[in-house]
């Protein structure tokens, strides 16, 4: 245990659940590593709004706390999205255009020889949460914020890349060839998991008769894969929602900017705020081939939360999920 008098506070979870904290002993363990042989721990509270890594504030007696990121055990993971700590670390070179905005990695341990799970450390973000926050300030000034996730992403959008892939691998020479292995470990995933994969593997029968579209896409551009109000901070007292911190960028892709999911969900509600996203980014594609291949598009996202649906117990939204993706793929058909 910490030494008498430390606050911990792990959030309270079952066995079952796909996140699972580490111990007290555990975070010393890994403090002590990261930043010294003398430094301890005065308090460590688990943070709550993510789905993947388990997430500490940690007190090291310093000015600021310092975030410690857990990615979960190897066996935990999926083959679709998997070492996405890996992933983010390998982005952040890629991420320049936005490097004011990240936060700064400390301390990285990807060789399990303290706990059998990679974890970084990171400096905590100025700013309160976007997920909580952005729904205190009146509809009419919201836009503000989707303006600049507009600039953001756009900015991200604009660094190029030499194959299709994850940033960390594999990494493809065609854009369809990418997302088709995408698709058949995420068909995978859900076998592992006793779920119906009848749908995503239908899906990629029907839309490779069709793989030339995909292929029309030949630059490969950097994707943030999860850029949206929950990873993001808004500086404090601010009068108009303004962008301080992006965080949790795991999910960073070379592909095709129309993939991304800030373009789709950006799509999802027009005639809300969320149309000033267009006003900084720019339009998309509008011809037949560029909506088709977002057809492809929405069920690779639609693919990805069927398993996240699965892992936090949510039936009615799997099997919603999954006609949804049937039914993208009778439109495929034409």
């Known amino acids: 245990m910490l030494k008498k008098g430390v606050d911990y506070r792990p959030l309270t979870r079952s066995a079952a659940d796909f996140q699972q904290p580490i ?10 590593v990261a930043f ?3 430094a301890d721990v005065v308090s460590a509270v688990e943070l709550g ?5 388990s997430t500490f504030k940690v007190n090291i007696g310093q000015e600021r706390p310092v975030i410690l990121r857990v990615a979960p ?6 083959r679709a999205d998997p070492e996405l700590m890996r992933n983010e670390y390998a982005s952040v070179p890629y991420l320049a255009s936005i490097a004011d905005l990240l936060p700064r990695n400390l301390a990285v341990d990807f060789t399990h020889q303290v706990i059998g799970r990679d974890y970084l450390f990171q400096t905590m973000l100025d700013g309160v949460p976007a997920a909580t926050a952005l729904k205190s300030y009146p509809e009419q000034v919201r836009g503000d914020f989707y303006r600049e996730l507009g600039e953001v992403t756009r900015a991200i959008h604009g660094v190029r890349g030499r194959q299709f892939g994850p940033v960390a691998g594999p990494t493809y020479e065609r854009w369809s060839d990418a997302l088709f292995a995408w698709f058949g470990r995420a ?5 592992d998991h006793g779920l119906d994969a009848s749908a995503v593997t239908e899906l990629m029968r029907v839309a490779d008769r069709n793989r030339q579209v995909l292929d029309e896409v030949q630059e490969p551009r950097l994707l943030h894969g999860d850029l949206w109000v929950g990873n993001t901070m808004l500086a404090a007292n601010s009068p108009v929602p303004s962008i301080s911190g992006v965080f949790d960028c795991d999910r960073t892709w070379w592909g ?6 800030p373009i789709y969900l950006a799509l999802r509600k027009p005639g809300s705020e969320r149309d000033a996203f267009w006003s900084s980014y720019g339009k998309v594609h509008q011809a037949e081939e560029a909506r088709w291949r977002a057809k ?3 069920a690779k996202h639609a693919a990805a939360l069927m398993l996240e649906y ?3 117990g949510r039936d009615e939204e799997v099997t919603k999920t999954n006609n949804e993706i049937r039914d993208l793929t009778a439109s495929l058909r034409g």
């Open 73 to 78: 055990e190897p066996a935990r993971q999926a």
């Open 23 to 32: 111990s007290a002993a555990d975070i010393r363990a890994v403090t002590r």
């Open 310 to 312: 699965h892992r936090f």
């Open 296 to 298: 492809v598009y929405e």
């Open 256 to 261: 095709d900017p129309e993939a991304d999911w």
């Open 49 to 53: 709004g993510g789905f993947y890594n």
């Open 36 to 38: 010294g042989g003398s």
């Open 187 to 191: 068909a995978a995933d859900l076998t």
